[in-house]
């Protein structure tokens, strides 16, 4: 810029040498005007370059912001929040990494094509071309680092999964032995009694030619189903109570209430149980 001032300041110099006072006036003015021009239409070059040369450099800056924001975020992949900010982020990236390598090229166009010749603005740009190089290695770095932590959060989803399936198919296993267990300890402490008149044990081929449940089709459906654990009393509703089925001695109390009605109490169910799981009682 010096060197056009100085060079346009000789030619005026030189050419005021070979005119009158009023030419040299017009003239020294018409080339005053043409400096004048000169000088404007340089400082609109130079603006539009600082004003492209600024938004790459605060595209930098944003850039740098988000990429720590999605760094942060990295941290916590599994919560949604976090994978909201990484992907909202990586997307304001991806695009702001394109919009300054247009206003790169841009900024070198504008320097090719403008008549300010400025080698420290130049290494400027290219500076600035190295800073959008060095971001774009750290952002696909990033971006195979998240690759591989979704690769690897959708492989233990996939375990827990099946882990999950496992657990299920365990409890429901367990829970279905622990159901026949507890049948089988059901049944284990199950017993059933009935009493009735002589007749009527008679005609359920309970009682047969004075035997008990000799006869192998009596009807089992006429006996009371209990649990030994918890069923100790059984009353009777009569006066006149006779055991006919087998049961050991000092296991059972069989008494009279206040109508005078039998009731069994069983004082020792495991033996009371052991001889037979039936209990037939003859009554009046």
Same mark, same amino acid.
């Given at each position: 810029?010096?060197?056009? =001032?100085?060079?346009?300041?000789?030619?005026?110099?030189?050419?005021?040498?070979?005119?009158?006072?009023?030419?040299?006036?017009?003239?020294?003015?018409?080339?005053?005007?043409?400096?004048?021009?000169?000088?404007?239409?340089?400082?609109?070059?130079?603006?539009?370059?600082?004003?492209?040369?600024?938004?790459?450099?605060?595209?930098?800056?944003?850039?740098?912001?988000?990429?720590?924001?999605?760094?942060?975020?990295?941290?916590?992949?599994?919560?949604?929040?976090?994978?909201?900010?990484?992907?909202?982020?990586?997307?304001?990236?991806?695009?702001?990494?394109?919009?300054?390598?247009?206003?790169?090229?841009?900024?070198?166009?504008?320097?090719?094509?403008?008549?300010?010749?400025?080698?420290?603005?130049?290494?400027?740009?290219?500076?600035?071309?190295?800073?959008?190089?060095?971001?774009?290695?750290?952002?696909?770095?990033?971006?195979?680092?998240?690759?591989?932590?979704?690769?690897?959060?959708?492989?233990?989803?996939?375990?827990?999964?099946?882990?999950?399936?496992?657990?299920?198919? =365990?409890?429901?296993?367990?829970?279905?032995?622990?159901?026949?267990?507890?049948?089988?300890?059901?049944?284990?402490?199950?017993?059933? +009694?009935? +009493?009735?008149?002589?007749?009527?044990?008679?005609?359920?081929?309970?009682?047969?030619?004075?035997?008990?449940?000799?006869?192998?089709? +009596?009807?089992?459906?006429?006996?009371?189903?209990?649990?030994?654990?918890?069923?100790?009393?059984?009353? +009777?509703?009569?006066?006149?109570?006779?055991?006919?089925?087998?049961?050991?001695?000092?296991?059972?109390?069989?008494?009279?209430?206040?109508?005078?009605?039998?009731?069994?109490?069983?004082?020792?169910?495991?033996?009371?149980?052991?001889?037979?799981?039936?209990?037939?009682? =003859?009554?009046?």
């Amino acid at each position: 810029m010096k060197k056009i =001032l100085l060079f346009v300041a000789c030619a005026l110099g030189l050419s005021a040498c070979n005119m009158t006072g009023g030419q040299q006036q017009d003239a020294m003015q018409q080339e005053r005007d043409s400096l004048q021009r000169i000088i404007n239409e340089k400082d609109m070059e130079l603006d539009d370059i600082l004003g492209v040369f600024n938004e790459v450099q605060e595209g930098i800056r944003r850039i740098n912001e988000a990429e720590g924001r999605v760094t942060i975020a990295e941290g916590n992949p599994e919560s949604a929040s976090s994978k909201d900010v990484i992907r909202d982020n990586m997307d304001f990236i991806k695009q702001a990494m394109q919009q300054n390598r247009d206003l790169i090229a841009q900024l070198q166009e504008k320097l090719k094509n403008s008549s300010i010749k400025n080698t420290k603005m130049q290494k400027t740009i290219e500076s600035l071309q190295a800073q959008i190089d060095a971001q774009s290695a750290r952002i696909q770095e990033l971006e195979a680092s998240l690759a591989e932590k979704d690769a690897l959060i959708e492989s233990q989803g996939e375990a827990i999964a099946g882990l999950s399936n496992d657990v299920a198919s =365990l409890t429901e296993e367990n829970k279905q032995k622990a159901e026949k267990v507890q049948q089988q300890d059901k049944e284990l402490n199950s017993a059933w +009694f009935v +009493f009735g008149t002589k007749n009527e044990l008679k005609e359920q081929k309970i009682l047969t030619n004075g035997d008990v449940l000799k006869s192998g089709d +009596f009807n089992k459906n006429y006996f009371t189903k209990i649990d030994i654990r918890y069923d100790k009393d059984i009353k +009777f509703y009569s006066k006149s109570a006779q055991l006919l089925s087998s049961h050991p001695a000092g296991t059972y109390q069989l008494t009279k209430d206040n109508q005078g009605q039998y009731e069994l109490h069983i004082t020792d169910p495991q033996k009371f149980w052991s001889v037979s799981k039936y209990l037939v009682v =003859l009554v009046k």
